[in-house]
């Protein structure tokens, strides 16, 4: 079965940097776009960059400049380095991947687990 599985996350002064990994496992026929979102509370989820399979990206403009998404494709990781952080950056952040598993022949979303960022001082 396939699952994205996500870690990096924690507590980091504002100012301080992060670097948040997302590795799907699980037999895969394609990965087509990955993204990173992020839901603080009482706010809607929102995007916060995405990234195409030959490397074309996207930011939210709360974070553009600040934060740089990448991927390996070999190894199935996607990456958010996230730098210059804020206090307005705590959230709960999830990654996502449009992609189609060998067990089954369309192209879905899948989610990861979440994982929490705090910046405070």
């Known amino acids: 079965q396939v699952q994205l599985v996500e870690s990096g996350g924690g507590l980091v002064q504002p100012g301080g940097s992060l670097r948040l990994s997302c590795a799907v496992s699980?037999?895969?026929?394609?990965?087509?776009?990955m993204g990173w979102y992020r839901q603080a509370p009482g706010k809607e989820r929102e995007l916060v960059a995405d990234?195409?399979?030959?490397?074309?990206?996207k930011y939210a403009d709360s974070v553009k400049g600040r934060f740089a998404i990448s991927r390996d494709n070999a190894k199935r990781i996607v990456y958010l380095q996230m730098n210059s952080l804020k206090p307005e950056d705590t959230a709960v952040y999830y990654c996502?991947?449009?992609?189609?598993?060998?067990?089954?022949?369309?192209?879905?979303?899948?989610w990861g687990q979440g994982t929490q960022v705090t910046v405070s001082s």
């Open positions: 996502k991947a449009d992609l189609q598993s060998t067990s089954w022949p369309v192209w879905l979303d899948y």
């Open positions: 699980g037999s895969t026929f394609g990965i087509n776009v």
């Open positions: 990234i195409t399979g030959s490397g074309d990206t």
